[in-house]
């Protein structure tokens, strides 16, 4: 066959390979053959399909949370958490409010207390972040997801220094030397600890309170904390001491830590095992005038 006989052969059978595609007959073995077009994906209705991740806090109510005043200076100021503003969108009342306290510093051992939509007065001791979580219940029995806020405790003196250590029963008391004052002017009146140093605390710079040290805390049987601090100390350099106080019940290694924060920011910390009644063991020397801290 030659290429002009080729080709109205091809073309008639194209054509007839499209007549019989367009008239083909229903296959009598598929009852599911009408004769329309099948969609690709037989499970495709033709609607939309929602892909949107779930909200999940549809059906609950929404717990509102808050904490004032934000920031508080330890160790006597008080905050309120505060969960007033909580809310079910459907209208339903809350009926419960569970106030949990998810972390704090190291050192202190607090919960947050009350029932009700605002919290019993909450007085941080040891500087820094405190997390408080609230989940609110509706009259229907609903949880709500849990709402989160920080509380930030910061020092209001310049030099903040607070103790605390592992094991009750073991009575741990901070010093704090006056500047140029060596260990021999332990329990001296250039020496601010428990015996001289609470309340109006000593008289150690010029005219004022402000170059003064104050022993704000004093722990015996417990865990701590105990602090010292100064509103505005003067330049030179202080000498840190913890006295593991004889007569205690416990008398095994302690493990006792010391924050020292200058300008109300933590510039160091330290934890050393201290055994052995009646032992001295100096920590640190603060030069407030360079405003650095070395360890002894």
């Known amino acids: 066959m030659n290429r002009s ?6 073309v008639l ?9 367009v008239h083909a007959d229903p296959d009598p073995n ?31 109510p929404i717990a509102v949370c808050s904490v004032a005043p934000n920031p508080v200076t330890p160790p006597f100021e008080a905050a309120t958490w505060d969960g007033s503003g909580s809310y079910d969108p459907d209208g339903l009342t809350i009926d ?17 207390s009350g029932s009700g939509a605002t919290s019993n007065p909450f007085t941080p001791q040891i500087a ?44 741990m008391d901070l010093h704090l030397l006056a500047p140029g004052r060596g260990t021999s002017s332990m329990e001296t009146s250039w020496d601010c ?19 003064n040290p104050t022993l704000d805390l004093d722990d015996i049987p417990g865990t701590g904390p105990e602090n010292i601090n100064i509103e505005a100390p003067e330049n030179g350099t202080y000498t840190v001491v913890v006295h ?13 830590t010391i924050n020292i924060y200058l300008d109300g920011a933590l510039e160091w910390t330290d934890t050393r095992a201290i055994s052995g009644e009646n032992s001295y063991t100096t920590f640190a020397e603060v030069d407030y005038a360079t405003r650095t801290v070395t360890t002894r």
Request: negative net charge.
């Open 5 to 10: 006989t080729l080709v109205p052969f091809l």
């Open 13 to 21: 059978l194209g054509a007839c390979a499209s007549d019989y595609k």
């Open 30 to 60: 598929d009852g599911a053959d009408t004769g329309d077009v099948i969609p690709d994906d037989p499970t495709d209705t033709g609607t939309p399909v929602d892909t949107s991740e779930p909200d999940d806090e549809a059906g609950r």
């Open 96 to 112: 419960r409010y569970r106030w949990t306290l998810l972390s704090q510093p190291d050192g202190s051992t607090l919960s947050i």
């Open 128 to 171: 820094g972040t405190y997390t408080g979580q609230l989940v609110v219940t509706n009259s229907a029995g609903v949880d709500s997801n849990p709402c989160t806020v920080d509380l930030e405790a910061v020092p209001a003196e310049d030099l903040w220094i607070e103790m605390y250590w592992q094991f009750s029963g073991d009575d």
């Open 193 to 211: 600890y428990y015996a001289n140093c609470v309340g109006s605390g000593l008289n150690w710079g010029g005219p004022g309170r402000e170059d």
């Open 244 to 256: 593991d106080y004889p007569g205690s019940t416990y008398s095994g290694a302690n493990n006792v």
